[in-house]
């Protein structure tokens, strides 16, 4: 049986194995692969102040990764930008290694003037980029470390009512560089009929403003049990959480993670209590690797392409050529011989104008001293012609004897009425 391909490439044929080959342990091959090397994993938190970010990133890797923070004293100095913090740590489930990276974005939303409290966090973002990119392009890069955000959770403060100008502004900066996650945070402070109504209403501003969220990927040969489990979480999309790392008795004895209030105790792990389960299960369970793979498939490579071109390096998408080494040899020493003649062209006409500058400098001067040379003759000449004239007038006025004659003479020798 065989499978039409486009022109140029060779069919596919499909064939029934005899026997035992063992590619079907090549899925196990990548897996003993992974663990060995560990997993990179970062993630963004961005929310105003005391929404709850700290906990529920603790919650959720169920380790004391952000240290409790030292209350601020009033009097303290504020910082005037959001700051951009991160935190890193190795973690280890069942052999399997991550490590882990969760950046902080302190500062954000809490100023009189937030318009721009989204810039520094996408000026980070792309300096993240911008860092693969570099690394990419090394002659070496075994050693490639991946500092790209993975994940960004957005806490929605629990008004309510709908997203707030400042939530929708940094999601419509940021959608088109990082995997957005909206979370309601603190949700145990509202009933489930106002979370059903607010998560209505924060869907319809993302959709009305365009932004895209991400949504887990759904493939054709996937099993219906992944599919029910991926719709079941996108369903949950914006999770509204609980954080809590300190665990609580239940009424009825259960030691759990949770918070509990004169009334009962909402339960961090039930799923009837908050979306917490669901939204661990698409970050860390589920989803990461997607989340990984559609920040480098498609976030970065749109990041990447557009710098590229804002560079001046062009590429025909259409077409890939084979690159012939001897071919792009002969095409880079044309390439640097056209350079050459140019930069010699271009020598040439600065020397020849230099030459000529000179050359006019020197005839300037030149002319100067005959003009200064002439002036002189002109001046002498007029002293001569003076002089000459003062000479004719004594001689007209005493008529010249010979004893005159001896007497201008004497006198000027100093030998006079001896
Ligand atoms: P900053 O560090 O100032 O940015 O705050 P943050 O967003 O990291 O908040 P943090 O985790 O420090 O929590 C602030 C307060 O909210 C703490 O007293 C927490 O105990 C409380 N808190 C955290 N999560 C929840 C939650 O899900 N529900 C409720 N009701 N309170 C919470």
Redesign the pocket.
Known sequence: QTTPQPTGLSPVIRKKLMGYVGFANLPNQVHRKSVRKGFQFTAMVV??????????INTLFNTTL?PA?EPVHPSAETPKTVAIESIGADIEENGVRLHLTVV?T?GFGDFVNNNDSWKPIVENIESRFDSYLEQENRVNRLKIVDNRVHACLY?IQPTGHSLKQIDIEFMRRLHTKVNLIPVI?????MTDEEIGIFKQRILSDIHHHNIHIFQAPSYDNEDEETIAENEEIASKIPFA????NTSVTTPDGRKVRG?AYPWGVVEVDNEEHCDFVKLRQMLVRTNMEELREYTNDVLYENWRTEKLLGMGVAQDSTVFKEINPAARMQEERVMHEAKLAKMEAEMKMVFQQKVQEKEAKLKQSEEELYARHKEMKEALEKQRLDLEEKKRKVETGRPVTPDNKNLSTGKKRGFLRT
């Open positions: 929310g105003e102040s005391g929404l709850g970010k700290s906990t529920l952000y923070k902080d302190p806490f945070a603190k949700a145990d402070t959480v609980v954080g809590s918070r």
